[in-house]
């Protein structure tokens, strides 16, 4: 990539590798900010076990821009199947490999320049921090540890935060952000991927010290039981909520279930412009790579 705008994508999960997608058919230079506070399944196995951050979601972020139809971007993608027991079963390779080349550099990020090299990446996939942090917020007036156990209980999120607090970001994470043209935020799990990354108070006072330029991509449809019954409104504020302010958000209309062009009118006083776009060519099936690039150009 070369010519093009500075480009910056902040969350998790598959989410997050579709704006990746989009993002590196116009940007020149293309930066991944990763949440790693996933704890369940392979990656959870694998931060208990080595103490380091998880590695699932970087790995599919990895593999979003890795040279196409390389074979080690499916290599990565391999999980060894449950039924096989043992170990082995149940983790995907690119996650193994990320956790052989940390513990042979001693230094997470440098596994990843690493892996990044491997699958001939044309873009820069950082984690939000450094260090193997938890995710704890407060439901309820009860406060609940962990992304998965937040992401399966039912009632709103609210003081989300990552421990240890003092958790640091790669310097490189917050020199992309200040530096960028674009930032994107999501699109994905609210609560366990997008703010998870977000929340991490470098990355959030790397966001807080940028002029414009912040975009929230909204996701397709309600995430049960995360966010059921949010509305974009309710997206939009629960960034505002957690200090995270953004200047454009990104919506496709069928979310509403209003026409084209007649979003709420209340989402339109809160601050950012509200952007309605047909982002999916079928929104069970997540966004349309080629429509979320258009979108988001259209918005340099």
Known sequence: MSGGPRVVA?????????????????????TAIVSVADDGGSSGRLRRQFAIPAPG??????VAVAEP???WAGAFEYRFPDEAGGDLAGHALGNLIIAGLAGVTGEFAEALRLAAELLNAD?????????AVDLVGSMGGVEVRGQV???E????????????????????????????????????????????????PDIAAALAGRAGGRVYVCNLRPEIPETTGYRPLDHLQA???????????LCDPRWWGAPDGEPPPELGAAGPRLLT???ALDPYAGHDAGLLAEALRSLL
């Not at 902040?10 to 293309?30: N, Q």
């Not at 979601?57 to 990895?62: A, E, I, S």
């Not at 873009?123 to 260090?131: G, K, N, R, S």
């Open 10 to 30: 902040i969350g998790g999960g598959h989410g997050l590798s579709a704006t990746l997608r989009a993002a590196r058919t116009y940007a020149g230079d293309l």
């Open 123 to 131: 873009a820069q996939v950082l984690p939000a921090t450094v260090e």
């Open 57 to 62: 979601d970087l790995r599919r972020c990895l």
């Open 149 to 151: 156990r937040i992401q």
């Open 239 to 249: 960034l505002v909520d957690h200090g995270i302010n953004v200047d454009a958000v």
């Open 277 to 279: 776009r047909d982002l």
């Open 69 to 71: 139809n390389s074979p």
């Open 153 to 200: 209980a039912e009632g709103e999120v609210r003081d989300l935060h990552v421990l240890p607090p003092d958790a640091p970001a790669p310097a490189a994470a917050r020199d992309a952000i200040a530096r960028a043209d674009q930032v994107i935020l999501g699109p994905g799990s609210l609560f366990t991927s997008v703010l998870a990354a977000c929340v991490v």
